[in-house]
């Protein structure tokens, strides 16, 4: 099989023959991104899961300080990036009881920059995988177009229509709509995991920020009646226990 592929790629004309190495580069570019963002993906989500918890402890006990440091440490997490700066900006008017709507109002939109930030980094590149899955079947029937030429030169040249006269053009054209094909598929189905991979983080983004804003809502409240919000860190174990 090996063989007869070789075989059919050395019989192909010129045209052909850089049609499949145009189709070859764009699955490799596709391959490439794939790749790229998947990692990014799975390292954002492992990330993530460490992140939760610390995130959680931190608002419980009404520590920024911690809250601050879990999104310095977990930097590969789009949750904890989408909290990037916030609890800095947050914390002196908590500590002080200056916390007021504007404060609230500014930590929300401080997320949404963040949100977009972090959507940019997932979406790189999956316009190539667009790209590729809708041209490559186009690219792939420019090279059916010219294997059909192949084949009326083939019976020009032989005088007749014989399958010997139209053979090679046929295969021609053939070899280079399937890899069209083969090439286009793999791209759309990329295409779309990613695309619904980004939209799953965009949505635990949102709902990670409006929990957030109902808490800081929460904490104006509390802070509007008088009380004093402060930091209630876990007791320290004794020495020796």
């Not at 918890?53 to 930097?75: C, I, M, Y």
């Not at 959507?119 to 490559?136: C, D, E, K, S």
């Not at 904490?219 to 020796?240: D, N, S, V, W, Y």
Request: net charge positive; charged share 20%; proline share 2%.
């Amino acid at each position: 099989m090996n063989e007869s592929l070789f075989q059919l790629y050395a019989n192909m004309g010129l045209f052909a023959k850089c049609i499949v190495w145009v189709l070859a580069e764009m699955s490799v570019f596709s391959l490439t991104i794939a790749i790229l963002r998947y990692v990014d993906l799975a390292r954002s989500k492992r990330a993530t899961i460490r992140f939760a918890p610390r995130l959680d402890e931190a608002l419980t006990n009404h520590d920024f300080d911690v809250g601050a440091e879990a999104v310095k440490k977990h930097r590969r997490s789009h949750l904890a990036q989408a909290y990037a700066g916030v609890f800095e900006a947050i914390r002196q008017h908590v500590e002080d009881g200056t916390l007021t709507a504007v404060e609230v109002a500014s930590a929300q939109r401080s997320m949404e920059l963040n949100k977009l930030g972090q959507i940019a980094r997932f979406r790189r590149g999956l316009g190539v995988l667009a790209t590729v899955g809708a041209t490559a079947p186009f690219v792939g029937l420019l090279g059916t177009t010219m294997g059909v030429v192949h084949s009326f030169q083939g019976m020009a040249t032989a005088g007749s229509a014989g399958l010997g006269a139209v053979s090679a053009g046929i295969a021609e054209a053939l070899i280079t709509t399937a890899f069209g094909l083969f090439v286009a598929i793999p791209a759309v189905w990329l295409y779309n995991y990613m695309t619904n991979r980004v939209e799953f983080i965009s949505m635990e983004i949102d709902y990670g920020s409006k929990e957030f804003m109902n808490f800081m809502l929460f904490l104006e409240a509390r802070l509007q009646r008088g009380e004093k919000i402060t930091p209630t860190r876990p007791a320290e174990a004794p020495r020796g226990a």
